[in-house]
């Protein structure tokens, strides 16, 4: 009878080995039965030519078969189902630092969907890339079928500044040959549910179709081995054609109409609001009790002077001139010493053209009528008297008006903080609708749908993944690593602060390449001139580019000191790093 060998067994579990982790009890027990079984062999004592080293060494080697004996037989209680040697290269791989973001805060985020695993779905992504997922496919760690919805994690990597953000290596090691990946397209996907990984039934795989910006038919399909640390080769990939759903423009650009309906609501809002704040601050200042600054008493000037029986109720601000006189003002033209012989009929004093200081007097007789400017003077003690009542009142009136001043700058300084918080408030709106905007920007420009409407790319391709299980899939063609130059590279900032790296992220701008150095001192690139590169650098916590001109400049040259240009702390938008690199644009 034929031996059966099954090398295709489930991996044991951590749970399992850990059972078997108690390496000191195994030895003991192992001493124990060696020592008996030698006490009752006295040939084996009489055997002098044996060593206790040697007896040490039979015990180790012993030991350890003992030990995975055991741990084989223990092994043998588990499911005996069989997989396939394909789904043992791609299926549940481990997580590690293999994949290690460099930055804190510039991510190439995930889009999550929710499916009910009986219903299965499908879904489009803002990039018209397409996951078919079939019904109750998705089962738990133990292989049961899930029940209710999954948590499905999308993403999608395009160009060289997305590469660098998601932390996924790009060298593709092939038979010992190295090479580093040209990417046509790469995505991630994932399933959870209640927080636990959900995984895929081997005879019911998802369906990605994966929208690419590169139409060219020259790229192979790989699967990210996070265990053995490489790309897994699937296939040659094959594009095919785009269909592209029709949608109206106005359905294509609704998520930026319902961002702009979101935002500019609420920004034009803010003017209102300050106006309404200027509006009842005026108000409050308006209120503000006004003091009236007493009319200072004047000395005679030897002007003409009359008497007059003033009513004091009807102006008070004359009370403080009892006993004056009126002394005629130097503006009246018309008055003339004839004046004072006529005996006037009536004699009518009212507000002058200076409140407080001078006064109309009309004097009238029958048909006849004179108006002059007159001023209330005083004589002798009453002017002094007068003049200490008006010093009193005079210097209440400071203090009333001082108080007055203060609490209306007091208002107007609480009016213009309310204004300055809603200015503020305007302006944080303002820049978070334009981070925003440009985001849907970029995600409808890093759609097929958009790029072929706006002439961004003369073909659209969909690349087509059979997804067996959950991690990285990428579309490349492996090329070699450029040596034809070495160059030991110095990096400064403002010409003369060096900056010391630990990541270098060099970047072939006309192909979708990235190439990673790392090592805390002299990193060295190697790159073929008169190719176009750029760089990303992470030192600390700091991010820094170097131009593709800088690069250019160094590189035709014969230094190696690069200048850069940090990239700013509150920087959260992988746009920002493209923009800085001269990714995606002209």
Aim: positive net charge; hydrophobic residues 35%; glycine residues 4%.
């Amino acid at each position: 009878m034929q031996p059966k060998f099954n090398i295709d067994r489930p991996k044991v579990s951590d749970e399992e080995i850990n059972k078997h982790k108690d390496f000191d009890k195994l030895v003991k027990d192992f001493k124990e039965q060696s020592i008996q079984k030698a006490k009752s062999d006295k040939s084996w004592w009489k055997n002098k030519s044996i060593q206790y080293s040697a007896v040490i060494a039979g015990i180790t080697v012993i030991c350890t078969v003992t030990y995975f004996s055991l741990f084989n037989n223990q092994t043998k209680k588990t499911d005996d189902k069989t997989i396939t040697k394909k789904e043992q290269s791609i299926k549940k791989p481990t997580p590690s630092k293999f994949i290690n973001e460099p930055f804190e805060k510039i991510k190439v985020n995930y889009t999550s969907y929710k499916v009910n695993n009986s219903k299965g779905a499908e879904i489009v992504h803002p990039t018209n890339s397409k996951i078919k997922i079939p019904k109750n496919t998705f089962v738990n760690k133990n292989g049961q079928e899930i029940v209710g919805e999954i948590e499905i994690l999308y993403r999608e990597i395009h160009d060289q500044a997305e590469i660098i953000a998601s932390g996924v290596p790009m060298l593709y090691d092939s038979a010992g040959t190295k090479s580093v990946f040209e990417s046509a397209g790469m995505f991630e996907i994932k399933g959870m549910q209640n927080g636990e990984p959900v995984f895929i039934k081997q005879d019911k795989p998802l369906t990605v179709e994966l929208a690419s910006k590169q139409p060219e038919d020259r790229f192979n399909q790989y699967y990210l081995d996070t265990t053995a640390k490489n790309w897994t080769y699937i296939k040659r990939d094959n594009p095919v054609a785009l269909k592209l759903p029709e949608t109206k423009h106005s359905e294509s650009n609704a998520p930026l109409v319902k961002l702009a309906e979101k935002y500019e609501l609420a920004i034009n809002a803010i003017p209102k609001r300050i106006d309404s704040v200027k509006v009842v601050y005026t108000t409050k200042i308006n209120k503000l009790e006004k003091p009236t600054q007493p009319a200072k008493p004047n000395k005679t000037a030897g002007r003409p002077q009359f008497e007059l029986d003033v009513d004091y109720k009807e102006f008070p601000e004359l009370a403080a001139f009892k006993n004056a006189m009126f002394e005629i003002g130097n503006e009246n033209e018309n008055f003339s010493k004839d004046l004072i012989k006529v005996t006037w009929s009536s004699a009518d004093i009212s507000e002058g053209p200076k409140k407080g200081i001078n006064y109309w007097l009309t004097l009238k007789l029958r048909d006849r009528t004179e108006k002059l400017v007159v001023y209330p003077v005083l004589n002798g003690v009453d002017f002094e008297t007068a003049s200490k009542k008006y010093e009193e009142k005079f210097d209440k009136y400071k203090t009333l008006l001082a108080k007055r001043e203060a609490n209306e700058q007091k208002l107007k300084a609480e009016m213009e903080a309310k204004q300055a918080a809603y200015l503020a408030q305007q302006k944080k709106l303002q820049d978070e609708y334009v981070r925003e905007k440009v985001r849907i920007q970029q995600q409808m420009t890093s759609s097929i749908n958009s790029q072929i409407k706006s002439g961004g790319i003369s073909a659209a391709v969909s690349r087509v993944f059979t997804v067996l299980s959950f991690g990285f899939y990428n579309s490349d063609i492996g090329r070699p690593l450029p040596n034809d130059k070495t160059i030991e590279p110095i990096f400064v900032q403002n010409g003369a602060e060096k900056i010391e790296p630990y990541l270098i992220y060099l970047v072939e701008t006309n192909r979708n390449m990235v190439i990673t150095y790392s090592g805390s001192s002299s990193i060295k690139i190697n790159i073929q001139p008169g190719l176009p590169y750029t760089m990303c650098i992470v030192s600390g916590k700091s991010v820094y580019t170097v131009s593709k001109e800088e690069f250019t400049k160094v590189a035709n040259g014969t230094g190696t000191t690069f200048n850069v240009t940090k990239l700013g702390d509150e920087i959260t938008d992988i746009y920002e790093l493209k923009k800085a690199m001269g990714i995606g644009q002209s």
